[in-house]
């Protein structure tokens, strides 16, 4: 069972990245997703969260409005959408599934990917 984010990459503060999440191993459709970002000397924190049904989702306030969480249980994917990125939003992004809440905890964890915002 695996989780992978990919991409990331270097933008101009104000640009666009679309993060996705591939799973491999099993289907997540009935799973929470949710995407947390870890900036260099800082703990890991919550951005953003779908229910399984893609119903529901849930921002934390210093991205509201920016990004969008997104996903396709077809393809067992889910993506973020970030827009007018600011230099703060800097960070490594992980993707993660809960069978319970999307609160947590998450039972899955993917590998990260490095998201570079430049002012």
């Known amino acids: 069972v695996q989780l992978q984010a990919f991409g990331g990459g270097l933008v101009q503060a104000g640009g666009s990245l679309r993060l996705a999440c591939a799973a491999s191993?099993?289907?997540?459709?009935?799973?929470?997703r949710g995407w947390f970002r870890r900036a260099p000397g800082k703990e890991r924190e919550f951005v953003a969260a779908?229910?399984?049904?893609?119903?529901?989702?849930y921002y934390a306030d210093s991205v509201k409005g920016r990004f969008t969480i997104s996903r396709d249980n077809a393809k067992n994917m889910v993506y973020l959408q970030m827009n007018s990125l600011k230099p703060e939003d800097t960070a490594v992004y992980y993707c993660g599934a809960s069978v319970g809440t999307t609160t947590g905890p998450y039972d899955y964890w993917g590998q990260g990917t490095l998201v570079t915002v430049s002012s």
């Open positions: 779908i229910s399984w049904s893609g119903g529901s989702t």
């Open positions: 191993g099993r289907t997540f459709s009935s799973y929470n």
